[in-house]
């Protein structure tokens, strides 16, 4: 299966204006994305503050570079066809669990710790990837329409990129002391107990995100069906 799949009749036939709307709206907000992150990039590069093993090692720098990807796919496809494929949909619950738990995290845990006293980018740049793209994705998700159905069983595909994103973090930093965020650092306040607290709840928060996006899916795919 492919997300790109063919269909007999022809493009754009039964797309629902309301879908062409969320297409331009991805479409804005997947080049917003991208722009954030060519920004921080050539300010740190001009500062002298880039350093690509690090910054292409935050979950929220690699997260936002699938959303550039998922959200500009999603504009194509809403424009094409009337409804996304199974496993579009599938890749779209990760993301809408990727950047929710990215929103929650740095608002939570990060946005009022102190700086380090290294250079920081356009303070926009940030506010895009953790506040305004996770509220988008969120919205875009329960009111956009041509969601599908999706199975339960595709909460593996949510969990297996934090996971293997986690067991690169933990395996780098132990080799090289550097660790992305201060909460993942074992020998920081609390130690490996309070590392595997913090582990443990973001990782269930995830999959209950993710399980709540499918459950939603399930009612509206029954409504319509019921409808009909």
């Known amino acids: 299966m492919t997300i790109l799949t063919t269909v007999d009749a ?12 969320f297409a331009i709206a991805r479409l804005m907000m997947g080049l917003l994305v991208l722009a954030a992150l060519i920004t921080q990039v050539v300010a740190k590069i001009l500062n ?5 093993g690090e910054y292409f090692s935050y979950f929220t720098i690699e997260s936002s570079m699938m959303n550039v990807v998922v959200l500009l796919v999603g504009a194509f496809l809403a424009l094409r066809l009337p ?15 990727y950047a929710v738990i990215t929103g929650v995290v740095y608002n ?24 305004w793209v996770p509220i988008f994705i969120v919205l875009d998700w329960f009111l956009a329409p041509g969601r599908v159905r999706v199975p339960f069983k595709r909460l593996w595909l949510v969990v297996s990129f934090p996971l293997a994103w986690l067991a690169f973090t933990m395996i780098r930093g132990a080799i ?21 607290i913090y582990i443990v709840g973001i990782a269930a928060f995830i999959v209950v995100v993710a399980a709540v996006a499918i459950g939603f899916a399930h009612i509206t795919a029954r409504r319509e069906h019921t409808a009909s």
């Open 10 to 21: 022809p493009a754009h036939t039964g797309v629902p204006t309301l879908r062409r709307v």
């Open 48 to 52: 002298n503050a880039f350093t690509p």
């Open 83 to 97: 409804r996304d494929t199974e496993l579009f949909t599938s890749v779209r619950v990760a993301i809408l669990s």
């Open 108 to 131: 939570v845990l990060l946005r009022n710790l102190p700086g380090d006293g290294s250079y920081e980018p356009p303070r926009w740049c940030n506010e895009v990837m953790h506040v």
């Open 176 to 196: 090289t002391g550097w660790y992305p965020y201060p909460f993942l650092q074992p020998a920081g306040p609390g130690g490996i107990p309070s590392l595997l």
